[in-house]
Every structure is written in structure tokens, then in C-alpha cells.
């Protein structure tokens, strides 16, 4: 039996409000979380990610009351993210409503959180995101890319994409593999909000190496881009923004191109 590949509109939210960007960057208002909640899960979303973009960089939780008003009118699988230091940080999330819990900037931090989760909260619960960017300065131990005859490797960015790290993207998504991560959702930050296609490069690489669920985030402009990363690349799932807040497509629109082109959803 073939899987399904998952959709996922995500809400990005900042100070209550769902926004969307370009590069993680000119941030604008995109509506209410609640009510954009309810309306994807009642189109046919397989699962909905909310992120508040700017926990980590405040130094705060997570909104929680939010999280529960977005829990209360949905029916799908609800993973949230933002701001996620400690077990307490994860349980509060999970307590208010969410089926999973995100992990960025928290796992770079202290690795051996993602198994402390895993531990606690069981591996299907544990979603590690990880922001991405091309970085042209070539650095001995990281997994080296050529492209356009230039080389360059894949850098993981905390705090919202505004911090780099000099850690190697390949490299930190196998080991989120291995301390206990039950998914990976792969950003490219070079992608984010430019609504020209995701980073087929970027997916590939995770994907293949790692034995575990990768979605892929950043760049979705068109049904079609979605259709080009699950044919080109083994990802389980596609998230998009853009095209479904400002209605562009809907969900139910989405699912049905991708299924007139052979990708398995569930429709």
C-alpha cells in the first residue's frame, strides 16, 4: 500500500497575529490564527503547524492560550513550535492542545533535549525544524554542494533564521535522527516566501539521509511546486503558506491537481 503524502498549511504567528515573509525577513499580516485554523482543517488539511516566529528570539513560551483556541476548532494533527527550552516548555504545548511539539533553536542548544522528549513524550511526538541557508564560505567538515560552479554547504540558522550557527544541516538532521527526532521539518531559508519552487537540493540531501519523516518548507508558490519536490525528492509531506492564506488555492484545490498528477493524497 503506497502512503499518502501529507499537506500542511502553516501558521506562522507573531504577537497573535499569522504572518508571512520573504527569506525570514518584511514580515506581513496574513489573518487570524483561529480562524484560518479552522477553515484549513475543514477544507481537508492532513495536519497543521503553527509556529510562533518569535519566541526564541523574545526569550518567551509559547502563546498558549492561542495554541488552545487553535486546538479547540480543529480535528487534524496540530504540531506547535516556538520558544521550546525544556520538558515543561513541550508538556504546556502538548497540555493546551498539540499533538506534537516543534524544536529549533532548543535543540541546538542542548542536543540531548530530543531524547529527553523522545523519552518522555514518545518519538511521534518530537518534530525537530531545522532553518537552512546556503553558505558560500567553505568550511573543512561540512557537506560540500556545487552549483552554477560555485560551492557551498548548508548552514543551520536559530532565532527565528536570524542566527547562524556554523553547524552543517546534513549533518545535524542525521544526528536529530538519532538522538530521537520522529520527524524533521526542513525549512530553506534561501526559498522562504519567494513562491519559486522548494529547495529540491536542500530535501533531497535530508531526506536520503535520514530513516525518518522529512516535510518540506519554504519557496511553495504553486500546486505544482509541490508536485515537483514529491517527485523529485522521497519527502513525506509538503507545508505551504502563502498559497493558502491569500487564497490563491485552497486545500481541497491542491489535493486534487496533485492527485490528476499521480501523487498519492488523501482526498
Not at 142 to 161: L, N, R
Not at 219 to 243: E, Y
Request: hydrophobic content about 40%; aromatic content about 6%.
Amino acid at each position: 500500500m503506497t502512503l499518502t503524502k501529507r499537506i500542511i498549511p502553516c501558521l506562522d504567528v507573531k504577537d497573535g497575529r499569522v504572518v508571512k515573509g520573504l527569506n525570514f525577513e518584511s514580515i506581513k499580516d496574513a489573518g487570524d490564527p483561529v480562524e484560518l485554523a479552522e477553515k484549513y482543517s475543514n477544507e481537508g488539511a492532513d495536519e497543521l503547524v503553527f509556529l510562533d516566529i518569535s519566541a526564541s528570539d523574545e526569550q518567551r513560551e509559547t502563546i498558549k492560550d492561542l495554541v488552545r483556541k487553535v486546538a479547540s476548532v480543529i480535528d487534524i494533527p496540530f504540531t506547535v513550535g516556538g520558544g521550546v527550552k525544556s520538558l515543561d516548555d513541550a508538556r504546556n504545548i502538548l497540555l493546551n492542545g498539540a499533538d506534537k511539539v516543534g524544536i529549533n533553536t532548543g535543540a541546538i542548544k542542548n542536543p540531548p533535549i530530543i531524547t529527553e522528549l523522545m523519552e518522555l513524550f514518545g518519538r511521534q511526538c518530537i518534530v525537530v525544524a531545522i532553518d537552512a541557508q546556503r553558505n558560500y564560505s567553505i568550511k573543512k567538515d561540512a557537506t560540500i554542494f556545487s552549483e552554477d560552479d560555485k560551492k557551498f554547504w548548508f548552514e543551520v540558522f536559530i532565532f527565528g533564521g536570524k542566527k547562524g550557527t556554523g553547524i552543517d544541516a546534513i549533518q545535524w538532521a542525521k544526528k536529530a535522527d538519532h538522538l530521537g527526532a520522529g520527524e524533521i521539518l526542513l525549512t530553506s531559508i534561501d526559498k522562504d516566501g519567494t513562491k519559486d519552487g522548494y529547495d529540491i537540493l536542500l530535501t533531497k540531501s535530508i531526506v536520503d539521509s535520514v530513516s525518518i519523516p522529512v516535510i518540506a518548507s519554504g519557496g511553495c508558490g504553486k500546486p505544482n511546486d509541490m508536485v515537483d519536490v514529491f517527485k523529485k525528492t522521497n519527502v513525506d509531506a509538503a507545508l505551504a503558506a502563502s498559497i493558502f492564506h491569500y487564497e490563491t488555492h485552497g486545500v481541497k484545490g491542491v489535493k486534487s491537481f496533485l492527485n490528476e498528477k499521480e501523487i498519492p493524497v488523501r482526498l
